[in-house]
C-alpha cells in the first residue's frame, strides 16, 4: 500500500510553502526507502517552486539534495540494505537505453530526458514527483547513491548531490589537475564547491568575484587569491594564462572579459543559466586562440557516486547553514538576496513538528 508524506509545498507561484500530504508509493522489487535526514536547498527549488522557470507542476514538492536512512528494499535490490546512509540527487529515473543512458550520462538522456526528483513525471503513480522537502522518498535502486561521510558530515553531504556534481562533472570532463591554472567564477553554492574540488584535485585555483570582501574566504576554502572583475587592471593581469575556467554565475554577464583569460585551448564552461541570454561573446576571442566555450549539466549516476567518494577521501562538504523547514520561506528571500554561505541544509527532524 502507499504510504503517507508529510512535506512542505508550493500550491502556486505566488503562495508561500506551507504544510502538505501526498503518498508515495509502496517499495517495488527495485526500490529503496529512505527516511530523509537532511535536504539542502538549491536555487532551481525557489525557480520552480515560483513559477519562474516554464512547466512547473502544482502542488511543488522541492528538494534534490537528499541525505537519509533505508528503510526498507525491495526483493531484487543488491546495493543496499535496512539502515544504509544513502542519498538522492536531481534525478530519480530514465529511459536507460539511449546512448547517453547506455554510457551512464542518464543527465542527457535523448529518449525521455531525465525523470527529476520533483516537477518530473511520475513513471509509477503517475502525475508528478515531490522532491526532498518531505518525510521520506522511494526510488529506484539504480537513482540511489551510497554516502561514505561520517555520521556528523551528513548534513553538509546534502548539498554535494546537486552543487558537488555539478562542479566535479565538468572539472573531471576538462581533465582539471596538478599544474593547471582553474578559475571559478562566482563564489556562492556552486562556486565554493567548485574551489574546494578544484584545489583537491591539485589546480591552482583563482576566484572571480565582484566582491572583493570574499578574498580571505575565496583562500580559505582553498583558491589562491580572488580577481575582482570588475577591475580592469587586475584583470588583465591574468590574460592569457588560464588553463580552464568554470563560470557558475546564474545572471547575464559579459562572457568576454573571461574567454580573454585562458590560454589557446583553454575552455570555459557554463553551469549557470540567466533568465535573460548572455550578451554574445565575440567569436575573435574563440578564433584566435582556439578557445572553447562549452556548458555542463550534473553528472550520470556512475560519476555522481565517484564525487561522493572522492569528496569523502579528501574531507569535502558543502558549507552550510542548518534550518527548520518552518524557516524555509525566509531562506528563499535571503536566497534571494545572497544572504548565505554557502548552502542552506533543512534539517528534516523540523518537519515532525509541522505535520
Not at 145 to 150: A, C, F, N, S, Y
Not at 275 to 293: D, Y
Not at 302 to 329: K, P, S, V, Y
Request: include cysteine; charged fraction near 20%; hydrophobic fraction near 40%.
Amino acid at each position: 500500500m502507499p504510504s503517507n508524506a508529510n512535506a512542505f509545498a508550493a500550491q502556486s507561484p505566488e503562495s508561500p510553502l506551507a504544510p502538505f500530504s501526498f503518498e508515495r508509493r509502496d517499495p517495488g522489487p527495485r526500490d529503496v526507502a529512505i527516511d530523509i535526514l537532511f535536504c539542502g536547498v538549491c536555487h532551481s527549488d525557489l525557480h520552480t517552486a515560483r513559477g519562474e522557470w516554464e512547466g512547473t507542476l502544482y502542488p511543488c514538492v522541492p528538494g534534490h539534495e537528499i541525505v537519509g536512512r533505508v528503510t526498507a528494499v525491495g526483493s531484487d535490490v543488491t546495493k543496499f540494505q535496512v539502515g544504509d546512509i544513502a542519498g538522492v540527487g536531481c534525478m530519480v529515473d530514465s529511459c536507460g537505453e539511449c546512448h547517453s543512458c547506455r554510457e551512464g550520462e542518464e543527465q542527457y538522456c535523448e529518449t525521455t530526458g531525465f525523470v527529476g526528483t520533483y516537477n518530473g513525471p511520475d513513471p509509477v503513480l503517475g502525475g508528478h514527483t515531490f522532491g526532498g522537502y518531505s518525510d521520506h522518498i522511494v526510488v529506484d535502486e539504480g537513482f540511489v547513491l551510497k554516502v561514505g561521510h561520517e555520521a556528523g558530515d551528513l548534513a553538509a553531504v546534502a548539498p554535494l548531490l546537486c552543487a558537488g556534481i555539478t562542479t566535479y562533472s565538468p572539472l573531471k570532463h576538462w581533465k582539471v589537475g596538478p599544474g593547471q591554472k582553474v578559475g571559478i567564477v562566482g563564489l556562492g553554492g556552486l562556486g565554493h564547491m567548485g574551489v574546494k574540488i578544484a584545489a583537491a584535485m591539485g589546480a591552482d585555483v583563482y576566484v572571480f568575484s565582484t566582491s572583493p570582501n570574499k578574498r580571505e574566504d575565496a583562500k580559505r576554502l582553498g583558491a589562491r587569491d580572488l580577481i575582482v572583475s570588475k577591475d580592469a587592471d587586475a584583470m588583465a593581469e591574468h590574460a592569457g594564462s588560464f588553463d580552464f575556467i568554470l563560470n557558475t554565475v546564474a545572471a547575464s554577464h559579459n562572457l568576454d572579459q573571461f574567454l580573454t583569460l585562458l590560454k589557446r585551448d583553454g575552455t570555459m564552461t557554463l553551469v549557470g543559466v540567466p533568465e535573460e541570454p548572455h550578451p554574445s561573446p565575440s567569436v575573435g576571442n574563440l578564433v584566435f586562440r582556439r578557445r572553447s566555450l562549452a556548458g555542463s549539466l550534473i553528472g550520470g549516476i556512475a560519476e555522481t557516486q565517484e564525487m561522493l567518494d572522492f569528496c569523502a577521501e579528501h574531507g569535502l562538504t558543502a558549507d552550510i547553514e542548518m534550518i527548520d523547514i518552518q524557516d524555509i520561506n525566509t531562506a528563499y528571500e535571503r536566497m534571494v538576496k545572497s544572504d548565505v554561505k554557502y548552502r542552506f541544509v533543512i534539517d528534516m527532524e523540523s518537519l515532525k513538528q509541522a505535520a
